[in-house]
């Protein structure tokens, strides 16, 4: 097998990816004509296929950059395929986040690919590597609350409405978890290269636990507060409004049945 054909098979799009993007298809468009029986179902499926597919652009984006980076090895491990069973850490990265959002509707930061740090050179690069995997969710967050900034949400089902403002919901969440600078989250990551020999040997014993610290910070009440006053104000900057946001939030949970009550639809 030929070098070029062997780079090609490392960036083939993975079936699975495919299957996935075809479910968040499939399941958007049956929110959007309200052609299904059972429209918190539809939604429930679109905002989790989406989300995953969202997860998957994320590593994505931290491989690429790895690639164009320095590590050649990259594509080996599989991350340029966009198949979310070949992550380093498939149940930090896939699994943990999508019962987060089905169980606590939060969009919580994934595990890191695998980059072979000794290969890259230059600080701002390993910089960019950890910051690329959140500016993948911004860049979705930006592209799910297009119709609501450019004010073009005329024609746009309300029910689908609902789902892109509960999808950018979790999307910005992500982000900014991810961006926090706390061992083993992208924002340390980003800082960790301009830190002294001496502080990251101090820190290193600690990042495998960051991500649960961050976790179990959450659930302080004073900390959860601020937390979500941030989330809630970037929001309304993305011209999301909080009801849009909350009634995604309840049509997506299906089974509580409270979203026709609240939100006027069946």
Known sequence: MSTTTHRHDERRISPVFLAILAVMAVTGWAVW????ALPGLAVFLFVTAAWIVSLCLHEYAHARTALHSGDITIGARGYLTLNPLAYTHAVLSIILPV????????????????????????????????????????????????????????????????ALAFLAFLQVTA???????????????????????GVKRQVEPYAPYGFFVVIALL???????????????????????????????EMFRFWQGSAPQICGVG
């Open 33 to 36: 004509t309200d052609f299904a």
């Open 175 to 197: 982000a900014l978890l991810n961006l926090l600078p706390v061992p083993g989250l992208d924002g340390y990551g980003v800082i960790e290269p301009w830190l002294s020999y």
């Open 219 to 249: 659930f302080v009440p004073a900390v959860n507060g601020a937390f979500f006053d941030v989330i809630d104000g970037l929001m309304r900057a993305l011209g999301v409004p909080e009801l849009s946001r909350a009634c995604g939030s």
């Open 99 to 162: 019962l987060f959002v089905i169980l606590g509707g939060i969009g919580l930061p994934g595990g890191a690919v695998f980059v072979d740090r000794g290969r890259v050179h230059g600080r701002w690069k390993h910089s960019l590597i950890s910051v690329a995997g959140p500016l993948a969710n911004v860049l979705f967050a930006v592209v799910c609350t297009a119709p609501f900034w450019l004010d073009a949400l005329d024609g746009v089902p309300t029910a689908f409405q609902y």
